[in-house]
């Protein structure tokens, strides 16, 4: 799969990455080569394979429904930019 | 030109769990902002996701209600996306393989019949927190309380045809979950929230017509208006020669009136991947039997129950059957009563109607179940006139205590002695020669409606107190032993 400049635009968009104007051919070219690699993989045939979820042969164990964390708020609120009563403030967005 | 509506639903139900999904933080509502939101749920480096197996057995039990196929093995994704109610920049759901498959729910239509709507899966995910967007100095608060709270998404076929039917297939929704036990169904406070795709199609094509998103609907009857209002601005933008744009709409139920929400059109690119952070989750068929194994009773077979053990009318079985607290209050207040009919017509009618003004859900009735019992138990032996009982139930509302307390304090006895009611007949028929001469003349048939004037003597006489039905018989004795 190829990619060209505007894939790589969009999805710096989309990932809040800013990728200036002089890089863009470089990142192109890049991501190019790893999607290349991927070609590669997928010339495998994996018909009789499930996708692997993890990469980890184990299973996720679950936790009891049990509250365990106490209120720390203000500590997490001390490296917070800005904060009013209680709540974290963040520049407005409305959809 | 005749349209045919279609209509799919994603409904959103938060998790009755004590604690989030991925976290030990507490889900209580209405917590000041931010004291129930930790290190994880805030996306602090470092943290990992652990999932809470509550929610799992909820997610479980709700596949169980719906006939669905249970995920053995399912795991998590990330939906990523940029929103300040996100810290992480994307949610943890579940997309390849989530925790139920596809199943089914049936929902009785108006005019009796009953029609399926396949759900295509249901998975678990974790709610966002909540943007408020009252001034902070021209910047946004961020509450992280609800970040984290288990939900599981349904998403239906898109099965439904009418703003009816989709009601219709939400409140059975509503009604299973609730009556599971997985969720609180308060919808005024989001425990339930529903996204609606409609689109219209001219009767009898089969290709489904350009379809749009109605979102984050939280009440039953904004979900009809919401519909209708889309499906009749569809079909005005198709027959004055425009075109359906795909698009995410917001619906204001107070203005009635729906727009675009244009930022998000864009971005639908969620590049999901499976979470590293989280293993597959295995479960097995002995936990899926003991899950089975604890199903309550499911709102069908409490409707067909109803029907069989109360005698009641398909439609009472219904209005009674279908929410769960109406359900509990209802054998509750049979059990007292020992009469199911007066039962179902008392909290159907006046109970209803009362809780109706005064804007009270039943969990918040002045009555309780065993009062209203009580009370129609008092109507049963004779004790109080239907009369009489609403002026007693006037009195609990107002929290005078239960039906007997007030029976003997406002002297509400009627009279069923026969003695003192006998004595009563004895002289209103002394004292009405002529009316006594008129009923002996009158044609048979005629006579039962007479005796009217008789009853209402004797109800004068004893200020309304005497039991109309005893005073019928000793009347109906006393005039034909004159003929």
Not at chain 2, 244 to 263: A, H, I, P
């Amino acid at each position: 799969m190829a990619v060209d400049r505007s894939d790589i635009v969009k999805l710096g968009e989309l990932a809040r990455l800013q990728i200036s104007e002089e890089t863009i051919d470089e990142v192109t070219r890049r991501l190019g080569d790893v999607l290349a690699l991927v070609d590669q993989l997928q010339a495998a045939d994996t018909d009789a394979v499930s996708p692997m979820a993890h990469p980890m042969d184990a299973v996720q164990r679950l936790r009891a429904d049990e509250v365990t964390e106490p209120n720390q708020r203000d500590t997490f609120q001390a490296i917070a930019p800005a904060t009013e009563d209680g709540l974290y403030l963040v520049p407005k967005v409305i959809d | 030109m005749q349209w045919e509506t279609v209509i799919g639903l994603e409904v959103h139900v938060q998790l009755a769990t004590k604690s989030k999904i991925f976290s030990g933080a507490s889900t209580a509502f209405g917590a000041a902002p931010n004291t129930q939101a930790c290190a994880i749920d805030l996306a602090m480096p470092g943290t990992l996701p652990v999932v809470n197996e509550q929610a799992y057995r909820y997610a479980t039990m709700f596949g169980l209600a719906i006939d669905a196929e249970i995920g053995k093995r399912s795991f998590f994704e990330r939906k990523n996306y940029f929103y300040p109610d996100l810290p992480k920049g994307y949610q943890t759901t579940q997309l390849e393989s989530p925790i139920v498959g596809a199943g089914h729910v049936d929902i009785a239509l108006a005019d009796g019949r009953t029609k399926r709507v396949r759900i295509h899966h249901a998975h678990l995910e974790e709610d966002a927190g909540k943007s408020l967007h009252e001034d902070y100095h021209g910047m946004s608060g961020i509450d992280l309380n609800r970040a984290g709270t288990p939900l599981i998404e349904i998403v239906s076929e898109p099965d439904m045809r009418t703003a009816e039917e989709a009601v219709a297939f939400a409140k059975k929704l509503h009604s299973i979950v609730t009556s599971l036990g997985i969720c609180d169904g308060d919808m005024s406070q989001g425990s339930m929230r529903f996204d609606v795709n409609i689109s219209v199609r001219p009767l009898g094509e089969e290709k489904l017509g350009t379809r749009t998103e109605t979102k984050n609907l939280n009440s039953f009857r904004f979900m009809e208006d919401a519909i209708k209002l889309e499906v009749e601005r569809q079909i005005d933008l198709i027959e004055d020669g425009g075109t359906v744009t795909q698009e995410t709409r917001l619906y204001n139920g107070e203005r009635k009136e729906s727009r675009s929400m244009r930022s998000k059109e864009e971005a639908n690119d969620y590049r999901y991947f499976p979470c590293p952070d989280l293993l597959p989750v295995d479960i097995d068929d002995d936990y899926i039997e003991a899950v089975r194994a604890s199903l309550p009773e499911l709102p069908d077979a409490r409707h067909a129950r109803f029907k069989d053990t109360y005698q009641l009318s398909d439609y009472d079985a219904s209005q009674l059957s279908e929410d769960l607290h109406t359900a509990l209050y209802f054998e509750a207040t049979v059990a007292a009563a020992k009469d199911a009919k007066l039962s179902a017509n008392w909290i159907m009618g006046e109970l209803a109607a009362r809780l109706n003004a005064a804007e009270l859900t039943l969990n918040a009735s002045p009555v309780s179940a065993q009062q209203l019992g009580g009370m129609i138990g008092r109507i049963k032996d004779g004790t109080i006139s239907s009369k009489q009982a609403k002026e007693v139930f006037d009195a609990m509302w107002a929290g005078e205590g239960d039906a007997d307390t007030i029976i003997e304090q406002r002297g509400l006895k009627q009279v069923s002695d026969t003695g003192a009611l006998e004595a009563m007949a004895d002289e209103i028929i002394a004292a009405s020669p002529k009316q006594v001469e008129n009923y002996k003349n009158a044609d048979a048939d005629k006579r039962p409606k007479m005796l009217g004037y008789f009853v209402g003597q004797i109800m004068k006489a004893s200020k309304g107190q005497a039991n109309p039905q005893a005073i019928n018989d000793i009347l109906l004795k006393k005039l034909n032993a004159l003929l």
